[in-house]
Each structure stands twice: as C-alpha cells, then as structure tokens.
C-alpha cells in the first residue's frame, strides 16, 4: 500500500507526533474533528491518460490526546462510503457500487491507530488497520502538523484546535477492488491526501 502506506482517514493522526508542542495541557482532553474543516481528497489514473479527482464529502473522528506528553489514545475515523463525489453523476454511481467501494453493502470505511512514530517536532507515521469493504488491512499514514492552539475567535471563547494534513498512498486492489487493474485501464495506486481541523472538547 504503497505498499504499506495506505491510509484514509482519518486525518486525526496528527497528534502522535506534537508531543512538547503549545502550552501543557494539565490532563488528557478529546477532540473532535470539525465536520466544516475537513477535506478527504483522492486522485486515480484513467487509461494513463490523466488522473481523475475526488472527494469524499462525510467523514468523522475522535481522540483523546495529551499536549504534555504527547500521548495519543482513542483514535478512530470513519468515511461515509456513498458521500464520494468526482463532479460525474454516473462515474458517481459506478464508483459507489461493487466494482469499487460498494457503498450499500459497506457504508462506512474505517481507521482505528495502532502505533505511531514521531520524526520531527512537526512530522510523523501513525500506523493503524483500515477497512475498506469488510477487508482490513494495516496502513502507515504521514502526517505533517500544521498548528495547535487556541482558535482566534471567538475572542471571548476560543476553542483549542489542531490543524494537519496526512497523506498516504492506497492499493485499492488489496481491499477487493480488482475492476479494471490488469488491463489499466483504471489505476490501482490512489493518492490520498486528508486535511483536517480537530477541537477539545
């Protein structure tokens, strides 16, 4: 997956690796992923000609994670199958069924961490199972920190949010997803790149 470096969701991962960054947190805190921050994006090869983008629209995650030791538990992520969108109602539609994610019967794809290596103050793998189509397998996710702090408004109130990006790269083929791959037309690599803000709750 990469061949081990496949990954979705989850975009929470960011936290494995911000130990000793921002201010202490006395304990523990969870953190939700903002729904209104976060993007899910992906691209697959056509016949070689061009790489066709996508989204997935729905997803969600929680965590619980300590700013002061940088300790990260709890971590899980889901994707809403059908929310995929390419801009092409009928690519849409054959993507959402059993050549490929097969949204009906597999509504959700899912992430649950397992590990994580830290190799900078701003960077790091976290390593977790993914399910995609009732198949699970073990993904590396890179992450990259972007910031960690205390949201700008509203003054009064702010909220204490993290923002990262993860990237990672799946072989759909190794999820059941044959169709088209021997001849390929369709690519078995997808790219995917997660950008994600996460509140304390």
């Given at each position: 997956m990469g061949r081990q470096r496949n990954g979705l969701i989850a975009g929470l991962t960011c936290l494995a690796i911000v130990a000793g960054i921002g201010p202490a947190a006395a304990q523990p805190r969870e953190y939700v992923i903002d729904p209104d921050h976060l993007?899910?994006?992906?691209?697959?090869?056509h016949i070689g000609y061009a790489a066709v983008h996508g989204l997935f629209t729905e997803g969600a995650g929680h965590f619980v994670y300590d700013e002061e030791t940088g300790e990260l538990s709890g971590?899980?992520?889901?994707?809403?199958?059908a929310?995929?969108?390419t801009g092409?109602?009928?690519r849409d539609g054959h993507v959402r069924g059993g050549d490929f994610l097969d949204a009906e019967t597999h509504p959700q794809i899912h992430f649950v961490m397992t590990g994580a290596e830290r190799l900078s103050d701003t960077t790091g793998l976290v390593h977790g199972d993914l399910t995609i189509r009732g198949v699970t397998q073990p993904v590396t996710l890179d992450v990259t920190l972007n910031k960690i702090a205390d949201y700008p408004f509203p003054a009064s109130n702010p909220n204490h949010v993290i923002g990262a990006t993860v990237t990672t790269t799946l072989r759909r083929s190794d999820f059941g997803m044959t169709y088209a791959v021997e001849n390929g037309w369709v690519g078995d690599e997808v790219p995917l790149t997660i950008a994600f803000e996460a509140i304390a709750q």
């Open positions: 993007s899910i994006a992906f691209a697959v090869e971590l899980e992520a889901t994707i809403q199958t929310s995929v969108f092409h109602e009928r």
